[in-house]
C-alpha cells in the first residue's frame, strides 16, 4: 500500500489514489492508508477511543494510558512493520487501525475499532487489506494473540484464514492463520 512496504510487493495500486505521496483506498465505505512513521497522534487519538473492555481486549490487560515508549514503538512504520488506518465518512479522527509486524516469512497481526465503530465491518476490511499486503510481500502466515473472550476478533481471523491452529498460552489465545495465494 505504502511506497516503502512492503518492499517488493506484486499488488497492484490501481485502486489507490495519491494524495501528497499518501496512497489511500476507498473499500466498503471505509478509507484506509498507512500510518506514517512515528504519527503517535493518529494512534494515540484512536487508543482516547477504546473503551476499558477493549482496551483490556487488546493489550492483555488495564491499560488507562499508553506510555510514551509503546506509543512510539505502536506508531513505527518500516520494512518489518506495516500499519493501516480506518476512517470513516467525516469524521476525522481514525475509527480503526491495522497493525502487522513482519516475522521472517509470517506476521504478527493486531487491530483495534473504536467502540462507536465495533460490529461495522471496520476490522473485517483492515483484516482483508493487510492480508492482501502480506500476501503481496510473501508472507504465508498471520500469528496473533486475542487475550480472554473476543468473538469478534475470533469471527474476523476464522473469516480470513485458509487454515487456522489455535493454542492456549494461560488466558490467551494464539491463533496462527495460514494465507492462501
Known sequence: MSREWPVGATRSLARAV?????????VDG???RSLRDGDTATVASLFERLGP????RRYCGAKPRLPE????ALARVDAER??????VGPDP????IGRLVRTGEGAEVAFE???AYQGRGIGSVLARELAADARAAGITELVATVCGDNPRVVSLLRRMADS???TWQGGEREFVVELGR
Not at 18 to 26: E, F, L, T
Not at 69 to 72: G, H, N, S, T, V
Open 164 to 166: 487456522l491452529e489455535v
Open 18 to 26: 495519491h494524495h501528497r505521496k499518501m496512497h489511500a483506498r476507498y
Open 113 to 115: 475499532v473504536a467502540d
Open 69 to 72: 515508549p509503546e506509543l512510539a
Open 93 to 96: 479522527l481514525p475509527a480503526g
Open 82 to 87: 506495516h500499519v493501516l488506518v480506518a476512517y
Open 53 to 56: 473492555q477493549s482496551r483490556e
Open 30 to 32: 471505509i478509507t484506509i
